[in-house]
């Protein structure tokens, strides 16, 4: 007698089950792709550097391409923001060639994505640059919890309503609404930024009761879980939707960088497929759904959620040939000359002490504000700029956002708090010389904002102007010990300086100025003395041009104690962290 391959005949029953229902028109699959946190990583070639790029939109278009094949109109593309800042094409095309569509715009449209959200750095381009992108793009741009303040209603739509197959599939986007922690107000003025929860309630009600939608996909430019969180609402917020509002088939997220997969249950028992592909378009997420109808009404049957690598797909030649004038003139912007270093500098050394990388930004602030002390962090893990010509591409790496410049009046005690949180989450607090110097944790080496780190390295701050030490083996908030200004006058902890730093911390990023120093967020506004009219990357770039010829050197301001310890320390965990390089 023959064994009967148990598997297999349930496999085949399926399979001619499926094809039985489909061939009575009564199963749909659809298939749902999201790109998300693109940064700019539009064509292979990265401006910045100026080499081969990875990923990229030319090599989505070539998978997306495949699946219309596939799929034909049951393939629905969506964008999750984050898309108008990261690379020199978006800069030239938000701010120097105005007059065309923005480029941002023009990918949307040749792509035919079905729906757009806002992410917070296309706030942080500004009403000039965001209103005119979404005026030029041809699908629905989403955002059910901005809200104009006049209104009090979305201040672009709130939602969309697709129909493929006789299936109607709701999109509902949102954006993180931590907004105000991080951007001036005149970025995001006549806004409010409503909470997640609070907003998807109130709009799957309407999905529900009033467009009775089969499908509900929500397009969220939120992290999974935590961040910023505030009596008002949760900088990541995307899980605790999937969780706490029920009606969500898939929760499709971005703004975290971090890939993420799986499926979780809802508080009313169903589930909710979460996936988030990560950032500069290394890979896309996706959802496939099958529905069977019964007795007139959809029900979906399964839905599978997968990141798939775009890696190694084909470059689409049609889409790079398309923009070939547009990236033509880039290339010839970021190739200008500028100016010339004298040696080469590292953003990884900012992490072990004085850095030549960093406290060239700090004494540029300094000498164009004409501030009493400075604040910078390193933007990026490992950067570098190498000695010789320096271009305009080499000042995305100097400078990775488009931050304002601030100058603000903040008391010494207030320095030393800040001082005290950033290196609370940046430096191990030592018991022996044997300990890590950095705070590291092997957990988050996958994670890219935080690379091996237990804390975001954008938001370890040091300082220029004052002359201080860390003494890691003391307890968190007594470690800084600021000896006196670098010009040899006292510092003291009752009076007022005039502090430099950028728009993202002094409006509350990285809470330095909040937790930290101790100042209520509401005060933050009036503590501002200055603001600059244009991105801090353009002042530098004009320090430079100034000076042509620069020898950036480390300030020795500051330095961690007792060396005896974080010598040694810093040499292991840079070898832990970087290897030989």
């Known amino acids: 007698m023959k064994k009967i391959n148990l598997a297999g005949c349930l496999l085949a029953f399926c399979l001619l089950n ?22 700019g990583a539009f064509f ?54 105005t007059l065309n569509h923005n480029i941002a715009a023009d990918l949307i449209n040749y792509l035919k994505y079905d729906a757009q959200t806002i992410g917070n750095h296309d706030v942080e381009t500004g009403h000039k640059v965001y209103d005119k992108w979404i005026s030029e793009i041809n699908c629905p741009v989403l955002g059910a919890n901005i809200i104009d303040s006049q209104t009090g209603l979305p201040y672009v739509k709130p939602y969309t309503i697709l129909r493929r197959s006789g299936v109607k599939i709701a999109v509902l986007g949102m954006l993180t609404p931590a907004i105000p922690n991080w951007l001036p107000k005149n970025l995001w003025s006549g806004l409010r930024f409503e909470d997640m929860a609070i907003s998807a309630r109130k709009w799957m009600k309407v999905l529900k009761e009033k467009e009775k939608a089969d499908i509900v996909i929500g397009l969220f430019h939120s992290g999974r879980e935590g961040g910023i969180t505030t009596p008002e609402y949760m900088e990541d917020a995307s899980l605790k939707v999937a969780r706490e509002v029920p009606g969500f088939n898939v929760v499709m997220f971005g703004h975290d960088h971090t890939r993420f997969v799986e499926t979780i249950k809802n508080v009313a028992g169903e589930y909710v497929l979460c996936l988030n592909p990560a950032n500069n378009a290394m890979a896309v997420g996706e959802a496939t759904i099958t529905l069977e109808k019964q007795k007139g009404k959809w029900h979906v049957f399964h839905i599978e959620g997968s990141l798939p690598s ?3 797909e ?38 072990f002490g004085n850095s030549a990388f960093n406290d060239l930004i700090l004494n540029l602030q300094l000498q164009i504000t004409g501030a009493d002390i400075a604040f910078n962090a390193p933007l990026s893990f490992n950067e570098s700029i190498k000695k010789g010509p320096i271009r305009v591409s080499d000042m995305f790496n100097l400078y990775k956002y488009e931050n304002q410049l601030y100058v603000m009046k903040l008391t010494g005690e207030e320095i030393q708090n800040y001082l005290e949180m950033s290196y609370d989450q940046w430096v191990n607090t030592m018991t022996s010389p044997d300990d890590h110097l950095l705070l590291l944790d092997s957990t988050t080496s996958g994670d890219a904002q935080r690379l091996g780190f237990k804390h975001f390295t954008f938001n370890f ?8 030490e860390v003494d890691v ?17 006292p510092f003291d902890k009752k009076a007022w300086y005039k502090v430099a730093l950028n728009s993202y911390r002094g409006n509350g990023g990285g809470e330095l100025l909040t937790r930290g120093a101790g100042i209520p967020q509401q005060e933050l506004e009036n503590r501002i003395i200055w603001r600059s009219d244009k991105d801090q990357r353009h002042y530098l770039m004009e320090a430079i041009k100034k000076q042509r010829v620069m020898n950036p050197k480390p300030n020795h301001n500051w330095r961690f104690v007792p060396e005896a310890w974080t010598k040694p320390a810093a040499e292991r965990d840079r070898q832990l962290l970087f290897g030989g390089k």
Do not use: W
Request: negative net charge.
């Open 18 to 39: 499926c094809n039985m229902i489909l061939a009575n028109g009564k199963t749909v699959t659809l298939k749902i792709v999201e790109t998300t946190d693109v940064h």
């Open 44 to 97: 292979p070639y990265d401006f910045i550097n100026r080499q081969s790029k990875d990923g990229t939109l030319a090599r989505v278009s070539s998978y997306i391409n495949r699946q219309r094949a596939e799929y034909g109109e049951n393939l629905i593309l969506l964008e999750n923001g984050d898309i108008l800042q990261g690379q020199p094409v978006t800069y030239y095309s938000n701010y120097i060639d």
């Open 310 to 312: 775009v890696v190694k």
């Open 314 to 351: 084909p470059i689409d030649t049609a889409f790079t040939g398309q923009y070939k004038l547009f990236t033509e003139k880039v290339k010839s912007y970021v190739e200008e000359v500028i100016g010339e270093f004298e040696q080469t500098i590292y953003t990884r050394d900012s992490y």
């Open 461 to 468: 701050d040091s300082a220029a102007g004052i002359d201080y």
């Open 473 to 489: 083996t003391k307890p968190d908030g007594q470690k800084v010990k600021i000896l006196n200004m670098s010009n040899g006058k």
